[in-house]
């Protein structure tokens, strides 16, 4: 057990991501005192404090820096390990995200210390943290242990639950004004590529779309029963390499990590390294012509049928109840 947890607070398209409360909620089982410190970077990011202390954060840090603004490895680095080499937690999680993905390994190896990533699941055996993490592309779990030193890991989105969101509550903030030199990255211009404003990784709903979509119009019926659902577009690789839409929307082996509460795939074979990125999702329908597909073994739900005749009605009806 530790004392002294810290959970970096990520920030993008100017919110904070909601793995960043999941990780607050992890954070909190593996402290003995329940005391979590966030850490928030960046310039005026202190209007997000507030939603920290909502969901659980007890403390947070800010290191204010015109080049934390955005994303840089360097910088961020940088103001971390002066946040870490002054604070000294015990441990400290980031979200399984791509930042995450790259700032984490960074202060690992700077600190020479561990790092487990892709956690799905974290809980106290014997006064100790069991961490469990999917390997082979998700068809196994195993479970890791960290014997010495800071406990530092990435969250993978939407598994960990976070704790309801309090608006009594409220915490301590400490400002620091990290020495910030030397760095390489110069940010031109940020290139959004998502097809809905929903975020794929951390979407409740995806609708992923394969090369049985056949166009890139064949994406808008996907796209129409999304909005109607609040709901993420993705697709196969098998869509992305037709170019019917870009590769930022990729679920799988080489692509995006998912793991909504209801994944509907459409015209999607179910091909292993698609499989991979998915697997982990609560509740899967397909929709597919084929009635051997391999995806419909996978599936909770299958529809065999055209889904260019299933989606609209689909659509319509999902209308009815949501609206
Ligand atoms: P297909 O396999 O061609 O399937 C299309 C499906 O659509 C079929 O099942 C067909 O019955 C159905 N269909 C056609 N028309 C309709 C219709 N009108 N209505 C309903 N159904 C219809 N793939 C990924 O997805 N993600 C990855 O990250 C990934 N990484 C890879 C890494 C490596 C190293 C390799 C070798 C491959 C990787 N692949 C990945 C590719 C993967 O092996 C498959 O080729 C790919 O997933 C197939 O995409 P698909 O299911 O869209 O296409």
């Keep these: 057990m530790s004392q002294n947890m810290f959970v970096l607070a990520e920030i993008r398209h100017g919110a904070l991501r909601h793995v960043s409360f999941e990780a607050i909620a992890a954070a909190k089982k593996l402290t003995t005192s329940g005391k979590v410190t966030a850490v928030l970077l960046g310039e005026k990011v202190e209007r997000f404090t507030e939603l920290l202390f909502q969901y659980g954060a007890d403390r947070v840090i800010i290191a204010e820096h015109p080049d934390l603004d955005a994303y840089r490895p360097e910088a961020y680095k940088q103001a971390l390990l002066q946040i870490i080499e002054e604070e ?23 600190l020479k210390s561990g790092l487990i990533s892709d956690v799905v699941k974290l809980e106290l055996v014997d006064d100790r943290v ?166 419909f073994s996978i599936a909770d739900y299958g529809i065999v049928g055209d889904l260019f005749e299933v989606l609209p009605v689909l659509t319509e009806e999902c209308r009815k109840v949501v609206t």
């Excluded at 000294?88 to 700077?110: E, M, V, Y």
């Excluded at 009594?168 to 030199?181: F, N």
């Design 130 to 295: 069991v961490f469990t993490r999917p390997i082979y592309s998700g068809k196994a779990f195993e479970e890791k242990i960290i014997e010495e030193g800071m406990i530092m890991a990435t969250i993978r989105p939407n598994n960990i639950q976070a704790a309801e969101s309090d608006p009594s509550r409220s915490g301590e903030i400490k400002t620091v004004y990290p020495d910030i030199k030397d760095f390489h990255t110069t940010i031109k211009d940020i290139v959004e590529k998502t097809t809905s404003g929903v975020d794929l990784t951390e979407a409740n709903i995806v609708v992923a779309g394969g090369r049985g979509v056949k166009s890139k119009d064949g994406f808008h019926p996907l796209q129409e029963l999304a909005d109607v659902l609040g709901a993420a577009v993705g697709a196969s690789r098998g869509a992305c390499d037709a170019d019917y839409c870009d590769y930022s929307l990729q679920i799988g082996q080489t692509g995006k990590v998912v793991t909504p509460d209801l994944y509907i795939a459409c015209g999607i074979s179910g091909a292993i390294q698609h499989v991979a990125g998915m697997s982990n999702s609560k509740v899967i329908v397909a929709i597919n012509k084929d009635p051997e597909a391999p995806i």
């Design 88 to 110: 000294r937690p015990d441990g400290f999680l980031f979200a399984h995200t791509s930042q995450g993905r790259d700032l984490a390994p960074r202060i690992a190896a700077s």
